[in-house]
């Protein structure tokens, strides 16, 4: 390249809002960063960028580039289409009932269009798996409701429930 070896790195941090007045100092703090050297970028080089994010606070990863696609494919381009998809399917009236849950689930929802057009459809094969595997879990669930299978509803939600406290209790446990 022009400037020598690229690393390249993705911290996962930011939220809906764009631009410099949007900063914050702590903004990688505890934040997961990906860093995603190819096979021939030179080791200290990629442990020099591992050590810059470190230094901001950031939790460092280091992944293949293909596995980085789809893992943010699951964890960040997901999220924002379903977020998206939860607003458009509102039917006229029923938004302005909406409360905390609503807004919290779709908050991501706020994000430029215009980056997230770009991120669709760079990462657009990953996407489309992570859509389809949704898909199932969701059809699953449907199947229950249908069905009228409140056990099976138990279940589904309280792994879900499981999953995601130990998700959370992984990134709080970060902080200490």
């Not at 449907?142 to 069905?147: H, K, V």
């Amino acid at each position: 390249g022009r400037g020598g070896p690229f690393v390249g790195s993705h911290p996962m941090a930011g939220s809906e809002q764009a631009g410099p007045l949007s900063a914050r100092a702590d903004l990688f703090v505890n934040a997961a960063c990906i860093v995603t050297p190819s096979p021939n970028t030179p080791q200290g080089l990629t442990r020099r960028v591992e050590r810059f994010w470190r230094s901001l606070g950031a939790i460092v990863s280091r992944l293949a580039p293909a596995a980085h696609d789809r893992a943010v494919a699951r964890v960040s381009h997901l999220p924002h289409i379903l977020a998206a998809m939860i607003v458009m399917g509102q039917k006229s009236g029923s938004i302005d009932l909406a409360g905390a849950g609503f807004l919290d689930s779709t908050r991501i929802a706020s994000g430029s269009p215009a980056m997230w057009r770009e991120i669709i459809l760079t990462n657009r094969k990953a996407i489309l798996k992570a859509i389809d595997d949704a898909d199932e879990q969701l059809m699953n669930l449907r199947d229950l409701i249908e069905l009228g299978d409140g056990p099976g509803i138990d279940s589904f939600l309280e792994a879900a429930r499981k999953r995601r406290d130990k998700l959370v209790a992984k990134r709080l446990s970060r902080k200490e």
